[in-house]
């Protein structure tokens, strides 16, 4: 019962004494109507076009950038055709846009590693984060 009572339980970033923690932050952008009775999540969020011109900003930008693969704990470059041409049907540029993006709304990004005959990465397909339930 416990967990049924947290879960219902009305909480608000106003109050002083809700801890500013990444649980409580979670908590709040997670869905949990507010006093104003409007739910906040990342659809509701993109609504606005201050959050939708942000994460367009951040992602294209980050996107831009160039990525480099390297040998693990060494400092050697290594060939990576991958990050250049990561999905059959999108440019490097959308495909890492989309990635970026899923990390700025929902916190993380997943790809589906598409390999070869050889077992190289040979595609990355962008999976939406709603559809993930990660096991630890």
């Known amino acids: 019962m416990p967990v049924l009572r947290r879960f219902l339980e009305q909480r608000s970033l106003e109050n ?11 908590e709040w952008m997670g869905g949990t109507p507010t006093y104003a009775g409007t739910t906040v999540n990342e659809k509701t969020a993109l609504k606005l076009i201050a959050v939708f011109r942000c994460v367009e900003l951040i992602a294209g930008t980050c996107a831009a950038l160039p990525l480099k693969a390297y040998k693990q704990g060494t400092r050697t470059r290594v060939d990576a055709p991958v990050l250049n041409d990561p999905h059959p049907d999108l440019t490097a540029f959308e495909t890492w846009e989309i990635g970026y993006a899923c990390l700025l709304l929902w916190g993380n990004t997943y790809f589906r590693k598409v390999r070869d005959g050889t077992g190289r990465i040979r595609y990355l397909w962008p999976i939406h984060p709603s559809r993930v339930d990660p096991q630890f």
Do not use: D, E, R
Not at 16 to 26: E, F, G, Y
């Open 16 to 26: 002083p004494a809700v801890p500013l923690t990444s649980a409580s932050l979670v």
